[in-house]
Nanobody
Framework: QVQLVESGGGLVQAGGSLRLSCVVS????????MGWYRQAPEKQRELVAV????????NYADSVKGRFTISRDSDKRTAYLQMDSLKSEDTAVYYC??????????????WGQGTQVTVSS
């Protein structure tokens, strides 16, 4: 069973920084892609950033470009989200997502339990 565990959320003042981590554990052949999503109260979950494991290519939501940076450590099976210049509108539950190949010919998506990020203005 593949599990994702996020950490690093918390309360921060506007303009501050936080770094989220997501560790993937379990049995699988490889991680294809990892991403961070967020969901604010009464809003739909939205993509924040994604990184392709093999190439380290990244993609960001327009709202976070220039402020957030996604990265990964393949050896540690960990993805990070460095969040700088945080704004009150970044307040949300942040979820880690992993697209993995559990066995040859298969692909599965998994989600973490979420970590709360609250930005006070």
């Amino acid at each position: 069973q593949v599990q994702l565990v996020e950490s690093g959320g918390g309360l921060v003042q506007a303009g501050g920084s936080l770094r989220l981590s997501c560790v993937v554990s379990g049995r699988f052949l490889r991680i294809n892609r990892m991403g961070w999503y967020r969901q604010a109260p009464e809003k739909q979950r939205e993509l924040v950033a994604v990184i392709i494991d093999s190439t380290a290519n990244t993609n960001y939501a327009d709202s976070v470009k220039g402020r957030f940076t996604i990265s990964r450590d393949s050896d540690k099976r960990t993805a990070y989200l460095q969040m700088d210049s945080l704004k009150s509108e970044d307040t949300a539950v942040y979820y880690c997502n992993a697209d993995v190949t559990p066995w040859i010919g298969a692909r599965r998506e998994y989600w973490g339990q979420g970590t709360q990020v609250t930005v006070s203005s």
